[in-house]
């Protein structure tokens, strides 16, 4: 019999689709805007010792499910804790509303983003650092 080999772009695709199975996705904030309407939702994807933990805000609609965070909702933050110095502190964000359209995104100085976007479903992004 002869082994069966895959393409590597066949492996690739394999891999992708098992790619977020192992992945565990926790809700650590959920911050809803102030006269309602749409919310900030802050969650920690964590994919193994392997790799870093990474922490995304994306603004949801009020009545839209967190589970369309791994499905399609585009997060206007994302930051990579792999280079985290050993004394930061455990909070890596602080997302507050200013207003209506208006958000502020805080995070800790020595931690690096790895996406910023500046405006997002008519909600301009303000960033900061401590």
């Known amino acids: 019999m ?8 066949m492996s690739l695709l394999v891999l992708l689709a098992c790619y977020d199975r192992v992945c565990a996705h926790r809700i650590l904030e959920d911050v809803p805007v102030m006269q309602g309407g749409l919310r900030a939702v802050v969650l ?19 009545g839209e499910k967190e589970r369309t965070l791994l499905t399609g909702v585009r997060a206007v ?4 804790d792999a280079r985290r110095p050993p004394d930061a502190p455990p909070e890596r964000l602080r997302v ?9 995104i805080m995070y800790d100085h020595r931690l690096a983003p790895a996406k910023q976007d500046r405006e997002e479903r008519g909600v301009h992004i303000v960033y900061g650092t401590w």
Do not use: K
């Open 2 to 9: 002869t082994p069966v080999r895959l393409a590597p772009s």
């Open 44 to 62: 920690q994807t964590n994919c193994g010792a392997a790799s870093s933990l990474r922490f995304h805000v994306a603004l949801l609609q009020e």
């Open 77 to 80: 933050f994302t930051l990579r």
């Open 96 to 104: 507050r509303w200013l207003s209506r359209d208006s958000i502020s």
